[in-house]
């Protein structure tokens, strides 16, 4: 390494720091180059290069000598076989402290990449509560390996960009470093997506040409009025970078144009008062926009930003962008948290970002202890960092980013496909709670599912993600047309079993003439068209055997309803249960087949079943399977005199009974007597005889009847 080089560098430090803290810089130096003597970068140069480019950028942020030292040996014992305490000896613990800190970050065996990048973070928190200049000499490091990614494969240049965008850039935000942020991203954009890159930096070329000239004058305007006021202020045009204007385009649809035609300006000041005056004066001069004006120096943002800002109306109906603050401020903005040591001032306005900056590693520390794993913790710091997403974790610790407003049966579909598709209910924060239950970031969820569960269709009133609306858009499209021709190839044979037949016993000749004659591709289509109510088995079945064996095959009426069909309860969406008659197993049954809906089951002494009777094509008779297992809905109304307790009463004798009570309301109609409604789930008739024997043993109970009908 040549001398002059560091000559150069010392000259530079020289300006900002005393000549003994030059002096131990310089020493710094010396020690890491003896220390990598023989080692070389990817690139081919000599490794001293890297710590000396990281001691650089902190520098021109004007960090102090401790942190200067740390970037010059922040490699000694990550790649050396130098020890900490060595590094105490001759440079001071703070020193050796830093190097610890920021050398931790990197060497650390994970099983994965991305326990890995969490890992890594969880151990950065931890060294920046200790001392948040570790995590600035961190982002130096990373923003010269991102300055020298070219010598490294497409891939790795990928995955070190993405980590960055991820991770270092909204850091480097979260702390107020504009510029660094700013170059981070740029330089992530490039190594991402270098064709878009190249494209828009062209334009923005072009552009700059183009617009050169108004620049110019806008800025001069501004510097004139502001002088002819009697305020010095410096006037500053403001250039869009790469990443800003693709994130725009993309996220705000927005033609690069449309983007370019904004004019940024920002004008520095010396005081306060100074700045509210200049926001005066520009006021005066063009027109500003309403509702665009915000002032961040009176509520300064979460990372100490202050500035006001105005959009203006400028010739020709130009946008004009304004930023108005002072040089303290500007230093803030550019250098965030760093500029603590570039003003140490007293004034409550910088104060004001290194105190929040603490706070957040403050909390940072907090979110550390709780964490269950380095993922969970690099998660939590992402809900701050950013705040649009919800970030919830599975059982296991792994995370899951969401947007905003996302519910359980999102989480279950993120998760997996099928554990989306077979969920039955949930745990949050190890609480059962509906499926539907919006979710907080930081939540740990769990999906509870069971073999043989469907999605349902009322899910899709309330999920929030694409994926989910989807997949059980999907599921069910399929799910319906299997079940419509599953019930399609049961009536069917149903029909047929009149004529002592069914669809196997058919000829293919006779089903191919049919399914011709209908314009029908096949079989399953024909099915799904009865099973879903739009034609009648019994017209389909006769269309079949008349194909097969003529004209005259046809069966007497009482033949053909002396068959009937057993209904399991399983049968899915095809097969739905009248609400107003709300049939159970032992009830005597019939079907309705309604056009579109498929089956819709009734009992036969339900009063709207009476107009259907006289359209025998349109009905069947039902039995229940005998090995029928599910439950059913119905409702019992029940007269008592009223008392204390009596709703728990109720609710306890059908627990007891092994019922399920899904609704209660209670009706007074007197001061002495009250009318209950009671909507309960049980298996069948004799199920429900012994709910309303139990509940006939309550003395207050006067009548209990269950009702058809009712809705």
Known sequence: MPTNTLDKFAESLSSYLEPEQVNQVCRAYYYAEQAHEGQYRRSGDPYIIHPLAVARILSDMHMDHQSLMAAMLHDVIEDTLVPKEALAQQFGETVSELVDGVSKLTHIKFESQAEKQAGNFQKMAMAMAKDIRVILVKLADRLHNMRTLDSLKPEKKRRIARETLDIYAPIANRLGISNMRIELEDLCFRAMYPMRANLIQKAV???????????????????????????????????????????????????????????????????????YRALGIVHNLYKPVPGRFKDYIAIPKGNGYQSLHTVLVGMGGVQIEIQIRTEEMDAMAQNGIAAHW??????????????????????????QKRAGNPEEFVENVKIDLFPDEVYVFTPKGRILDLPKESTVVDFAYAVHTDIGNSCVGCRVDQRLAPLSTKLSSGQQVEIITAPGAKPNPAWLNFVTTGKARTNIRHYLKNQRKDESALLGRRLLDQALSAFNRNLDSISPAAVDNVLRTLEIADINLLLEDVGIGNRMAYVVARRLLQAEQGEDAAAPQEERQQSSLAISGTEGLVISYAKCCSPIPGDDIIGYISSGRGLVVHTSTCKNMAEYLEKPDKFLHLTWDKNIKEDFAITLRVWVENGRGLVAQLA??????????????????????????????????????RVMKRIRLIKAVNRIVRLKNSG
């Open 205 to 275: 070329k072009a552009a700059r040409g183009n617009r050169s000239e108004l620049v110019e004058k806008i800025s001069a305007t501004l510097s004139k009025r502001l002088e002819e006021e009697g305020l010095k202020a410096g006037v500053i045009g403001r250039e869009k970078h790469l990443y800003s204007i693709y994130r725009k385009m993309k996220e705000q649809k927005k033609s690069f144009k449309h983007i370019m035609d904004v004019y940024g300006f920002r004008i520095v000041v010396d005081s306060v008062d100074s700045c």
């Open 342 to 367: 570039l003003y140490k001032s007293d004034d409550d306005g910088m104060s004001f970002g290194s105190h929040k900056t603490r706070q957040w590693v403050q909390s940072l520390l907090e979110l």
């Open 652 to 689: 306890s004798a059908v627990t007891e009974a092994d019922g399920n009570l899904q609704q209660i309301t209670v009706d007074d109609k007197d001061a002495k007597l009250s009318v209950v409604n009671m909507r309960i789930s049980v298996n069948g008739r004799k199920h429900l005889a």
